[in-house]
């Protein structure tokens, strides 16, 4: 009974908000992506290119007025459940009985991705959720996140960003939900966020507000009026059912919310909120070795692993900063001096 009162809540959220979407939203018509129109009830995939980007894209237009909900996955080179997850979605979807429009961006950085590249692109070595909203002149990743700025982020009204743990990272599941100091906007990108069902949600206001300097893929959406999520599935850059079938899961939650399809979001009956993420920094360049893993409680001070030099000698012991629980570690050894081989959320 707690679970359906919950539901109608989250369903009436996303209701109130395509109530609010203009009339020649909801009026069904050729949906434009990359100068390719997808007619109303038609799903074409294809790559989306225009100069030097090149993008693999499922346009899914529904023969039904609705949202448009942009669902991306391999932002970063080696974050893989995603895009099997997306692919099983995109094949299955039914243009003639969906409601409004989802596009699929299966793999949005095509040159980390044949790299091996944990998070940069090999063409100029940036990292592009860290480059928007890009610049048509720029480098190669400057003009992917110009391209997705313009031709994708524009006619969303709904954004997930689906990533992993790379092959250096554990990771327990969550999905970031970003704030950015606009009530109803913010409101409704946590009930987004509940909708997918995951556990594990992290309030995130930490990204600048301007759109002109929106940084990060999600948050070029934030900054642009539309709910924007990060999720987070699967780790260590592996490609297994679990995490495949929950990020299938999850996308699908997405679906239920904005009802394009008949069925219910389901939130996780236990959600936890996090109300930040704080990092320990090693001091040194050296090997990390873990005593802790995802998923454990632990206090301040809590030991979280050693740092010792290229002769095998401990040169720092790792301590947690806050009492919290491990959200993320780095389970291979290579660690650099300053940066984190641990974080930690910290609960509400
Ligand atoms: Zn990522």
Same mark, same amino acid.
């Given at each position: ?33 990359? %100068?390719? &129109?997808? +007619? ?5 995939? #294809?790559?989306?290119?225009? !100069? *030097?980007?090149? /993008? ?108 992993? %743990?790379? &092959?250096? +990272? ?5 999905? #970031?939900?970003?704030?950015? !100091? *606009?009530?109803? /906007? ?108 995802? %998923? ?53």
């Amino acid at each position: 009974m707690y679970m359906l009162k919950r539901v109608g809540k989250l369903k009436a959220a996303a209701l109130t908000f395509l109530c609010l979407l203009s009339t020649s939203t909801l009026a069904k018509e050729g949906f434009e992506l990359v %100068g390719v &129109s997808t +007619q109303p009830g038609q799903k074409q995939a #294809y790559m989306a290119t225009e !100069g *030097d980007v090149s /993008l693999p894209v499922t346009v899914i237009n529904g023969a039904q007025p609705g949202p448009v909900l942009l669902l991306a996955a391999g932002t970063h080179g080696d974050e893989f459940p995603a895009i099997f997850a997306l692919q099983k979605l995109a094949k299955e979807l039914d243009a003639k009985t969906l409601k409004g429009t989802v596009v699929v961006l299966h793999l949005s950085n095509l040159d980390g991705f044949h790299g091996h590249r944990l998070a940069l692109n090999p063409k100029d070595e940036k990292n592009l959720n860290r480059e928007f909203p890009g610049d048509k002149n720029g480098t190669a990743t400057e003009q992917i996140a110009e391209l997705l700025t313009r031709e994708f982020i524009a006619p969303a009204d709904f954004f997930v960003d689906m990533h992993s %743990g790379s &092959s250096n +990272q554990k990771l327990l599941d969550h999905v #970031y939900s970003p704030f950015v !100091g *606009d009530k109803a /906007l913010d409101d409704l990108t946590f009930e987004f966020a509940k909708a997918t069902g995951m556990q594990h949600i992290v309030m995130y206001g930490d990204r600048p507000r301007d759109p002109a300097n929106s940084i990060s893929f999600p948050n070029t959406a934030m900054t642009r009026g539309k709910p924007g999520l990060t999720t987070e599935i699967g780790h260590l850059a592996q490609r297994d059912e679990a995490s495949i079938e929950f990020a299938y899961q999850v996308a699908k939650n997405s679906l239920y919310f904005l009802d394009m399809l008949p069925g219910d979001a389901i939130p996780h009956s236990q959600p936890v909120i996090y109300k930040d993420i704080e990092y320990a920094k090693s001091d040194f360049d050296g090997l990390f070795t873990p005593v802790v893993t995802i %998923g454990d409680m632990v206090t301040k001070g809590t030991k979280i692993g050693l740092i010792s030099d290229y002769f095998g000698n401990v040169v720092q012991t790792i301590k947690a900063p806050s009492d919290g629980i491990i959200m993320m570690i780095n389970e291979t050894p290579p660690i650099k001096k300053g940066k984190s081989p641990v974080a930690i959320g910290i609960a509400q």
